[in-house]
Each structure stands twice: as C-alpha cells, then as structure tokens.
C-alpha cells in the first residue's frame, strides 16, 4: 500500500509539473540576437508642398544596419535597428543636382514570428522610427528637422545552427521631412523602403 501510495503522489507531482510547463511561455534557448546587414534605401519621394516643386526627390542610397533584440515569448520579439545614415543624392525633375543630403534612423519595432523553429524564422513587425538629419550639400537647403514615423518589416532567417543564420529584411517607414531653406520651408514625402541582407548572430 505505501509503495502504490508513493507511486501516485510521484505521478501526482509530475502532472502538477507539467501542467504548470505548460502554462509557462515557451522560450527559444537563445532569447538574444544581433543582426548585421547591407541595406538599399529605396525612397518614395516626391509630392513636396511648399516653396520647391513637387518633382524634387531623392537617390537611392547603400548603406549598413545593426539590429539587437530580444524574445519575449517563442513567438514574440523586439528589437532597435539602426546604422551608418545613408546619403541621398538630390534631383530635380529627375536630373542630378549636384547635390546630396544625408539622413540616418532608428526604429523601434516588435515583431511576430509565424514560424519560428530550429531551421527558419519568417516575421512581421511594426514600430515607430526616429530620422535624423546629418548634413547636406544643398546651397538651397539650410536644415531638415527630425521627426517621428511609423514602420512597417517582415523578413525570413535560415538558421545554420543555433547560434548563426543568414536573414533578409524588408522595412517601410512612412515619412515626410519638413526641410527649411533660404526661401522658406516645405514638406518632402520620402517614405523610404529599406532592404536589407546579412547575418544573425542568437546568444
């Protein structure tokens, strides 16, 4: 009798442990990860209103991101990307002005992981980013303010092990720059697509 007592409150205490597992949420075994990439900002610009006319956009620009983060849950994650500011050269109906400024950013995102297992990662996410004007070399141009912007990502990861992957990334950010210049200040659609491919790094 005490031996089929024992067994019971030992299968007793293991459903008690495994219901409480359950309950849990369930965390990959490296929750943290950094992300090193070569990006292509692809700027919608166009349709500034104000003193210069609609038909003055920006280049298309090369640069390098950095990502960190951290899971909250198996399937959810957040992360700040950020990197070197990309420069844009300015045109003018389409013609190179000779000109370029140069804008950086920061975002903020969280991100939903429709797969996520030992092999391939595939996401979405939404944030908000932080631009950041540098510089230019517009003799029009006198300053651009910062501001804020929603973001939009999605990207995919193919883990090679559990510590290296490779991953490609696609943001959209929604922003429109109010610039000053030596005739007044206007507002410039950029709302740039930022995409981006690299290496994952999960510790």
């Not at 692809?42 to 090369?62: D, H, K, R």
């Not at 996410?125 to 303010?145: H, K, L, R």
């Not at 929604?174 to 610039?179: L, N």
């Amino acid at each position: 009798m005490k031996k089929l007592l024992g067994a019971i409150a030992l299968a007793t205490t293991a459903l008690v442990g495994t219901a409480h597992a359950a309950d849990a949420p369930y965390l990959p075994m490296k929750m943290w990860f950094v992300k090193l990439g070569a990006s292509y900002v692809v700027p919608e610009s166009g349709g500034g209103a104000g003193v210069l006319p609609a038909n003055v956009t920006a280049g298309n620009a090369a640069t390098v991101t950095i990502e960190a983060g951290r899971f909250i849950t198996n399937n959810i994650s957040v992360s700040v990307t950020g990197g070197a500011p990309p420069t844009h050269e300015i045109y003018l109906g389409g013609a190179d002005t000779g000109s370029s400024v140069t804008l950086g950013a920061f975002a903020l995102d969280a991100q939903f992981h429709l797969i996520n297992n030992d092999k391939f990662d595939a996401y979405v996410g939404a944030g908000i980013a932080y631009n950041i004007y540098f510089s230019d070399t517009s003799p029009v141009i006198t300053s651009i303010d910062n501001g804020f912007a929603p973001v939009l990502q999605a990207g995919v990861e193919y883990k090679a092990t559990d510590t290296f992957g490779i991953f490609a990334d696609v943001k959209k950010e929604f922003y429109s720059a109010t610039t000053h210049t030596v005739a007044g200040t206007f507002s410039e659609k950029l709302d740039p697509w930022v995409f981006t491919a690299g290496v994952a790094f999960h510790f």
